[in-house]
């Protein structure tokens, strides 16, 4: 079945620093989304890709919707401790109903 | 804040109980959908609810079931609990049938089998 192989797993980085997370995929898909969930929370939307190489930019977040369609990453740029949390990717193919989601990054950041 | 609120927000059932999980939708948001989320991973579709109809569904058992309410709220019902049930189940709301994967989640509701 479809499958979203998110990398790294977890992040241990310095306030400021630049982070880089990436997700891949054998299938290929019309949506490309982020997402952070904190603590106790439900996930919240970061960027939605809906072109392949679209390059889409949050604040500090910048997301881009790989040309094969089947990858995308999520650069953040000048940490900050409030960007502590899980970031999901998750994809979408036309016509169908659900999300397939990545496994999760798990980023902490040492002030 | 997203406007989806869930209840409860932790539940402890045993094995063989039953559970119903709910969830209010986005204000103008017709479409539910729940999600399971067990620990450590990321959400898993369940089901989804467009118009008081199931509109596509994951691979989950029958035991597994929904409603959607004409005021678009929804049910997430689980029968015969098993301990691999524990998880966090998601609700999120959209508008519309099609696929834009601009999902608003809410909380979420914490279930333990024990």
């Known amino acids: 079945g479809q499958q979203l192989n998110q990398s790294p797993q977890s992040m241990f980085i310095q306030e400021g620093e630049d982070v880089s997370m990436n997700c891949t995929s054998s299938s290929i898909f019309n949506t490309w989304l982020w997402y952070k969930q904190d603590p106790g929370e439900g996930p919240v939307l970061l960027i939605a890709?809906?072109?392949?190489?679209e390059l889409t930019s949050n604040g500090r977040l910048t997301a881009q919707f790989g040309i094969t369609r089947k990858d995308s990453f999520l650069n953040i740029s000048a940490s900050i401790p409030s960007d502590v949390g899980i970031y999901f990717c998750?994809?979408?193919?036309?016509?169908?109903?659900?999300?397939?989601f990545g496994q999760g990054t798990r980023l902490t950041i040492n002030p | 804040e997203t406007g989806v609120t869930q209840s409860p927000t932790h539940l402890i059932k045993t094995r063989g109980q039953q559970v119903t999980l709910r969830c209010s939708s986005q204000?103008?948001?017709?479409?539910v959908s729940w999600y399971q989320q067990a620990l450590g991973q990321g959400p898993q579709f369940i089901f989804q609810y467009y118009r008081e109809e199931e509109n596509g569904r994951g691979n989950f058992p029958p035991r597994f079931s929904g409603l959607q309410f004409p005021n678009y709220s929804s049910e997430l019902n689980v029968n015969a609990l098993e301990l691999d049930d524990s998880a966090l189940y998601l609700c999120a709301s959209s508008f519309g049938q099609g696929p834009t994967g601009e999902l608003f989640f809410g909380e979420g509701s914490r279930l333990t089998v024990l």
């Open positions: 890709l809906y072109k392949a190489g």
């Open positions: 998750a994809a979408t193919i036309q016509g169908a109903q659900k999300l397939v």
């Open positions: 204000s103008g948001h017709n479409t």
